[in-house]
């Protein structure tokens, strides 16, 4: 038989590791400005302005008046696995911010052309950086601007060819993901301005998202949806155990307002929007025995202790794994069975016991 050679083995060389993860944390345009927005709320901001040229195919741009970053830290600003908000492991789960992996502004010097303004407080004039494919500062300029930040990014994409590709077709489709995402945080972010607005062609601006910047969940559904939408919702605070809340607004049962299945929901943990396909099934599964002839619209805070709850799972943090998933799931299907279905919620609960 012929003799087999076995390859050696060998470190990938650091350029191509870098090339290669960013692609995982920033997926595409909703990814990419979803990690600007959530490094604005992080910062404190209580404005925060998104531009898009052409859909996000040319440029986005998040402007906040966020605490700035101080010029101590420009250096390293950009540089992989570089953060503020976490130094150690066990400090996981204590976390409170979007981010902790200081893996965002390093991966999108990675897929396109990234500068940032900023200024904090304790500096009278702010600083232009320009960055290269690895996070180094290239260029470094005085400039005018109030205390926050602002970071550009042209050209996403531009050295993952197949993804470019991607990008480039589907941009109306990830620019509606874009806006349905930003309703999310318009939602979750109390106290905040948020405004997003599209220019096109010869400077033709369109403002897509705007919040007042209220303080209550109830306002920021009417400004994201209107008052139409607001009246067919009912408030829910459901108790789901020891370590779990459920607070936010479901359709009531004869007056759906969803256009489409899974239209209008919105999952949070904690005020972190995540994908909670379970929950939206189960949803959408009891609204049905209800009112079988509309969709549900949902807006669920999920209330836990940081201890109970894993957003590390997956680079994008849009999957959460709960400890005890199954018994949550249990009850909160006992819960809503009361909302939709009373009669049979009295009913399982007696064959229960
Ligand atoms: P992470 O958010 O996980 O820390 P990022 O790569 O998104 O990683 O950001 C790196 C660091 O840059 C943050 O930890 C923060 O200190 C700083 N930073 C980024 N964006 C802003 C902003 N808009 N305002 C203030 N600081 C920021
Ligand atoms: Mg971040």
Excluded at 206 to 224: A, E
Excluded at 300 to 325: A, H, I, Y
Aim: net charge positive; charged share 20%.
């Amino acid at each position: 038989s012929p003799a087999l050679t076995s390859p050696s083995i060998k470190p990938i060389n650091k350029n191509a590791i870098h090339r290669i993860c960013s692609g995982q944390v920033i997926l595409d345009l909703p990814s990419a400005v979803k990690e600007l927005v959530e490094n604005s709320l992080d910062a404190g901001a209580t404005s925060i302005e998104v531009s898009l040229k052409e859909y996000g195919e040319e440029s986005f741009q998040v402007v906040d008046n966020g605490c700035g970053i101080s010029p101590n830290n420009f250096k390293v600003l950009a540089l992989k696995h570089h953060t503020s908000k976490l130094s150690d492991f066990p400090d996981l789960q204590s976390l409170t911010t979007f981010g902790f992996r200081g893996e965002a502004l390093s991966a999108l010097c990675n897929l396109g052309e990234l500068t940032v303004e900023t200024r904090t407080q304790n500096e009278k004039v702010a600083t232009h950086l320009s960055f290269d494919r690895f996070g180094l500062v290239t260029d470094e300029r005085t400039t005018a601007r109030q205390v926050g930040t602002t970071v550009t990014v042209k050209k996403l994409f531009s050295n993952l060819p197949v993804r470019c590709k991607e990008f480039h077709r589907n941009i109306r489709k990830e620019y509606g993901k874009l806006i349905s995402l930003l309703n999310a945080y318009a939602l979750t972010a109390k106290g905040v301005r948020l405004v997003c607005k599209n220019t096109t062609g010869k400077n033709k601006s369109t403002v897509v998202v705007k919040t007042q910047g209220s303080g209550s969940l109830k306002d920021n559904i009417i400004t994201v949806f209107g008052t139409n939408t607001f009246t067919c919702l009912e408030p829910v605070s459901l108790f789901i155990s020891e370590t779990c809340q459920v607070d936010g607004f479901l359709s009531k049962s004869g007056n759906g307002s969803g256009r489409s299945l899974g239209d209008r929901q919105f999952f949070f943990v904690n005020g972190r929007p995540v994908d909670m396909p379970k929950v939206s099934k189960l949803v959408n599964e009891l609204y049905r025995s209800a009112n079988s002839k509309q969709y549900p619209v949902a807006i669920m805070n999920f209330v836990v202790p940081t201890r109970v709850c894993d957003v590390n799972v997956t680079p994008d943090k849009r999957k959460v794994f709960f400890t005890d998933e199954g018994s949550i799931l249990n009850s909160l299907k006992e819960a809503l069975l009361k909302i939709y279905s009373p009669n049979l919620a009295s009913f399982s609960v007696q064959k229960a016991d």
